[in-house]
């Protein structure tokens, strides 16, 4: 992707961190919910995923004033089995209840092997691998995946007929980090495109079409058009089946239905499917960490080809990003710090220096 020079700025990731919480609880929501919300899109921003962090803030804000987002709404346990739980969101701030699922699916994994957790009629919960590095983190094998509006058109069509329905997983490591990855179905997430078409560059050719279904690699005619699945019929394939699992699965909506929550409409029923497997269900917790540990070490320490920089692991480059932005600072997208700059000024929320 032809990436212009990105005006931005510098700020210290409690100072955003605090701000993000302050818009969102002058725009309804009650402390302990934005505080959720705050953690997880500057955990993005921490990690480099600019396009899954503050830069959402706007869209949440906008959700929340315009009734899509109940910031009154509280997660409800309606189904509570020995290994699965249905959770309804009530249209609630999705973090705070992607927590809930998370912790939930860790305790009644430890209890009962393995356990799944479906939040349905929830709103969005953004940067899914970090709930599954909480999985992680608490001694489970996690998987997270979720659906969403219409971004994506199938091989062979020109209409927004999926999401990009990411999916994560992750792995109890022996070091201090877990093995993440995260990843959406379609050539490039809509966050990057979207990044991208802020400052008008050109992104990979098949990455998407335009509106007259004619391949485009301009950013903007791409979020004008529609979004190309990941691997042509494979990522097809794959999105297709986490939209099942995340829509009817879930007793929720997928696709179309969920057009709502990207431009006007009935937001639909929108959902998730959180899964952990406790290693001790089939061995020493200890050996699999340190089999999975051996087994990662062993890929990133083999032969690299004629040119390379070494292999890096997936969710490496973000925890190495993570660890160098608690120091120097989060680099925050001037286009981004205008639009909150705006909102900052209508909620009467001081910005920070």
């Given amino acids: ?195 991208a078409a802020y400052h008008k560059e050109q992104v990979p050719s098949g990455t998407g079409i335009g509106p007259d279904g004619r391949p485009s690699t301009d950013a903007v005619t791409v979020m004008a058009g529609a979004l190309s699945t990941l691997a042509g019929h494979k990522g097809f394939g794959l999105a297709l089946s986490v939209a099942l699992m995340c829509g009817p699965l879930t007793t929720s909506e997928a696709g179309p239905a969920l057009v709502g929550w990207q431009d006007e409409g009935k937001v639909g029923r929108h959902g998730h499917l959180f899964v952990a497997i406790d290693p001790a269900a089939f061995g020493a917790p200890d050996e699999f960490r340190r089999a999975a540990s051996a087994h990662i070490a062993e890929i990133k320490n083999s032969k690299t080809a004629p040119g390379s920089a070494g292999i890096r692991i997936p969710g490496e480059r973000g925890f190495a990003e993570r660890a160098k932005r608690l120091k120097s600072g989060v680099s925050v997208l001037e286009a981004t710090w205008t639009t909150l700059g705006k909102i900052a000024a209508e909620l009467k929320v001081t910005m920070p220096a």
């Fill in 1 to 195: 992707m032809a990436v212009t020079e990105r005006p931005s700025r510098i700020l210290d990731a409690g100072t955003l961190r605090r701000f993000a919480a302050d818009l969102l609880v002058a725009a309804g929501c009650s402390r302990e919910d934005a505080a959720a919300s705050a953690e997880v899109f500057v955990e993005a921003d921490l990690r480099g995923f600019s396009g899954q962090g503050v830069d959402y803030l706007p869209y949440m804000v906008h959700y929340l004033r315009d009734g899509k987002i109940d910031p009154k709404g509280k997660p409800e346990i309606l189904r509570d089995l020995p290994a699965a739980v249905l959770i309804d969101g009530h249209k609630g701030p999705g973090h705070a209840a992607a927590f809930l699922a998370c912790d939930i699916a860790a305790k009644k994994a430890k209890e009962a092997g393995s356990a799944t957790v479906a939040l349905a009629n929830s709103a969005d919960i953004y940067m899914i691998g970090y709930y599954a590095e909480r999985l992680a983190r608490a001694g489970v094998v996690g998987m997270v995946a979720t659906s969403g509006p219409p971004l994506v058109h199938p091989p062979g069509g020109m209409e927004r007929m999926l999401s990009t329905n990411p999916i994560a997983f992750a792995f109890p490591l022996d070091g201090p980090d877990p093995f993440v990855v995260d990843m959406a179905m379609s050539t490039m997430s809509r966050s990057h495109v979207r990044l």
